[in-house]
């Protein structure tokens, strides 16, 4: 079993920065391959970001290229989403997702196999 735990989320302006971390316990974390996903009321809930186990690979939703940064720091079972130049439409609340596929990442949200609990980001205009 892997338990993830998400952390920083909250309420900014148009424009602004949040990061968001993830503490992974219960399996040794360079096995997973790590992703954030996000689900806005009345939507699905749709990829964001996702890490390779070395950190070396990273994917993006074509949304949040060139603002949202994925990266993780093995030695602290942590990932992390860094979100800038942040818009109202990024509103949502964001999981942290594990995952034990053997490919190098996964945008599939049927490849994660462990979720967190959610966290609310909140961006005003």
Known sequence: QVQLV???GGLVQAGGSLRLSCVASGRTFNTLVMGWFRQAP???R???ATVSR???GT???DSVK???TISRDNAKNTVYLQMNSLEP???AVYYCAASTTT??????RRDYGYWGQGTQVTVSS
């Open 66 to 68: 060139g603002r949202f």
């Open 46 to 48: 749709g990829f964001v």
């Open 89 to 91: 439409e990024d509103t």
């Open 54 to 56: 070395s950190g070396g």
């Open 6 to 8: 998400e952390s920083g």
């Open 103 to 108: 490919d190098v990442y996964t945008y599939s």
């Open 42 to 44: 009345g939507k699905e």
């Open 59 to 61: 994917e993006y939703a």
